[in-house]
């Protein structure tokens, strides 16, 4: 049993984006009304709003990244589900540049139905709108998943990419293929050794044995499609690294970027351990390591496992991925 | 219940018995959303039929069978994300719709009509098929027993849906999802019924009476 | 049970440090044999070298703060244990400026010996050394508490003020000097919903009844001298806020900073609303809110709990806190 | 154990001994620790006898009975944090000290003498007072047994040592820490026993024979 900080049921999520209203008041405005955020500074050769969205419970993602250089608006919905779609339909007449607004949207059911209802108002409305889909994730890629891979750590490194693009004056449709394009060179796989607390109960969402893991964990906290023994880090790190890179297959001279990220309570002691290890297994395969961040981006709530996503970041993408940026949860 | 007869104030009945049957399992059905999902179902379906509340109450003088569906519809499209809160919302709206072209009191015609309507929107929406483990698998024979009713009462033909939804209901625990968060569990989801269908079989029970558990036999009105 | 990712006993911190080496390579230089961090870009005005260490556990503390316009030097020992003697001697000789080196030391009984001992032998050296003792924890200031208040939150904070000072060249006993006046003008609360793991066994350091709340902790994860209930965050928050303040009793036009800092494994969303009350409670006593930061910037593990810290800043200590940093953890 | 004289060999068996003891009641001492600390103290410890064994295996040779605690003194002092690390590296240096000016074996009166600076160099250092909750309340009835064994072998003096710091073990669970972490816990940590004290106890313990437990009865040599 771990209480949430709160001060009652359903408080959790409202108090916290007033309170990160008023933190980030100088990055980021918030529409008290319809929930959602907008970024206070944004370049003036940026023709296309970028907005995203999605269940609570990932912080920083989403509203962490509204602000100068990625996101111009973020709808954040309850804890896991989707914003509505009345939401997401302001929140995309607020920003809609020029040439209209581009939907960064993780592929959930939930989201994808949401983003899907505010689309064709919006095509009501006669703003231009379309859609870039985030499906990252490794474990999803079978068979007997007919939704698909899941979207999961990669989307931070798509908002950042498109931002960067954004900032160049490129257009919508240009700016929705680079975001599939990004996106399909991409692959996140998580592992969690303890489940998150559910908000409604305090308690654990689900139960692991001492020195079991969840492999192939999402971001909503979800139990794995299976179970295996913790064992040594550095394995672990290694078969995990190796079916992303046997996914993607980067070319020897290929700039890879890494995402080593934290879905909660692991603490920065281990993340830095496990960018040690694949660090060591990129260095082995002779794989070019451009980039990196460790910390926590991408979360879900206080599960207690790590992501690991690699972006084969190939034409512009790096350049894009290294243009400025100026938000509340990354700035450089 | 003593009237076979679905006028304005029996159908805004029918929304707050839902409404109160949802707050009374909302715990199970998270639970039920813990096992296979991501543990907010009961939250989500919670939160509809508590934002549907305030345009329930404000519905003031005599209203049509069709206005308080229509209240539900929109609170549910409007106000509530997640995957099952449009769902239901476009289930809502088809009945709303159905009902408003049958008169001041629902024919079993109207029902039927509505809900096919509602379960095709569904189905275009989120692109699945029986037998994926979702409330479409409630829905589906929740459907065919309100058109096989043809000429019985509403409240018949809405036990029928009802009997017919359990049924789905008791089909999906045995299903793998290749839909919706379950499928990311694959066969760990076995055994386990579908928070949503769950859903969908309590809108149907709580039409004719009160329903006081998860059971698959609702208390005849 | 919630195993950490590690590969064996004893290999958590050590892997930590080399990973956070590589992944700081352009911030921070590790020294393999003692295992100290220094910064590689640092001010050409500086005449004092800046250096911190303690216990792992606590990250980004102190190896994030490492870099221009803050550290040049951080000792990490191993988990909640100081580092020792000859680690800070080496460290503190590497980083010695023409004035010679500060010590920022957390008051802890282990850290005060190690620093001490090293300060003798840097003294035999003929190295010239000073030390600012940060005790800025209002629960361990108590009659029954010999060893003084306990040094938490506010080192972060001391370290930045006293980074943006030696950036304008000031002597080492005015840097001392500044340091132990700052420090007074900070106090911390902080409390835990539910204890971190140790590493030692994977299983919480301490049990707490569903509902219950150590109230006073440290940052190692041990007991706080009472247990109260959870409540309602807000009035967690005004409890806690009011204690500092009244400790603090800033005058009304005292510029106050304000840390909220999550002790490892408290989700963003909490941060976030409890920052918000926070604002109420200063709102309502008219306390001038300058600065604030929202984060996990001085942690426990993985302790389910968070800290408050208030520094007025008075003086030109806010024109310090706000002077330009680059370091691993912190940037403006 | 058949001999009473310590030379090098017998002083440098004590040592590894001591190790031995260490490894074996590590995460006795850490729970200690976890109950009044913050759970570190058994690392502590063995991180230090764990870096002073290369420095003891490396001893080749005919060597006094100062080499073997020296070793200990040089790995405590340098390589181990913490607050016990560097204190008891200073009873080391001290004891090591005293013992290189006692000749090839360890006499009562330089034990007595070493343990004496050790325990002034430690309080020096930590400004603990007895009754404080440390170690520094198993050091000082240790060294009032050595001091008063004047004229007993060394081992008879270490075993009324051990005896009296297992008294001062005893003592510190009643007491409310006033120095180190468990100061923090105020009353909280009143019945539970100061691990840095059983640390010291073990130290004295088992120089005369194979210690067991965390029992405050060695047995005798
Ligand atoms: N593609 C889909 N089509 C129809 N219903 C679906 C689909 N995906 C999921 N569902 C239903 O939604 C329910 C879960 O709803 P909810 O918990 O609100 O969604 P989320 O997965 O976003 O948390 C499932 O039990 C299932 O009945
Ligand atoms: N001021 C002090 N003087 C002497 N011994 C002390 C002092 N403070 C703590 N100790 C001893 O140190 C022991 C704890 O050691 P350790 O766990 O290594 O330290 P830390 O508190 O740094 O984790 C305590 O049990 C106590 O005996
Ligand atoms: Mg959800
Ligand atoms: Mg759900
Ligand atoms: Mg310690
Ligand atoms: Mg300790």
Known sequence: MAGYFENGPGDLVPDALSGFARAHADLVAHDPVDGFFTARHSSAARRVGLLSGGGSGHEPLHAGYVGAGMLDAACPGRVFASPHNRQIFRASGAVAGPEGVLHIVKNYTGDRINFGIAAERLADAGIACARVLVDDDLASDSEGVAAGRRGTGATMLVEKVLGGAADTGMGLDALAELGTAVTSRCRTLAAASAAHHAPATGEPAFGLLPGELEYGVGIHGERADRTRSQGRVGALVEDMAGALLDALRPGPDDPVVALVNGLGSVTSLELYGIFGELGRVLDARRVRLARHLVGNYVTALDMRGFSLTLMVADGDTLDFYDAPVRTPALSW | ?221
Do not use: C
């Open chain 2, 1 to 221: 219940m003593t009237t076979d007869t679905f006028d304005g104030l029996r159908t805004h009945d029918w929304m707050r018995r839902f409404a109160e049957l949802v707050y009374a399992t909302e715990a199970e059905l998270t639970a039920l959303d813990q096992q296979a999902g991501d543990g907010d179902f009961g939250t989500n379906l919670a939160a509809g039929v508590s934002a549907a509340g305030p345009l329930l109450d404000r519905m003031g003088g005599p209203v049509g069978p069709a206005e308080p569906l229509g209240a539900m519809a929109t609170a549910f499209l409007d106000e509530i994300g997640g995957t099952s809160g449009p769902l239901f919302g476009l289930l809502f709206q088809a009945l709303s719709r159905a009902a408003a072209g049958s008169g001041p009191t629902l024919t079993t015609a109207a029902l039927a009509e509505g809900a096919t309507q509602g379960l095709a929107a569904i189905r275009r929406v989120g692109d699945a098929s029986p037998g994926d483990k979702t409330l479409v698998d409630a829905l589906t024979p929740a459907v065919a027993a309100l058109r096989a009713a043809e000429g019985a009462s509403p409240a018949t033909a809405l036990a029928a849906a009802a009997d017919g939804a359990w049924q789905g209901v008791r089909d999906t625990a045995s299903l793998t999802a290749r839909m919706g968060r379950a499928s990311y569990l694959g066969e760990r989801a076995s055994g386990i019924p579908d928070p949503g269908a769950v859903g969908v079989a309590l809108f149907f029970a709580s039409a004719n009476g009160a329903v006081r558990a998860l059971a698959p036999a609702p208390e005849p009105g």
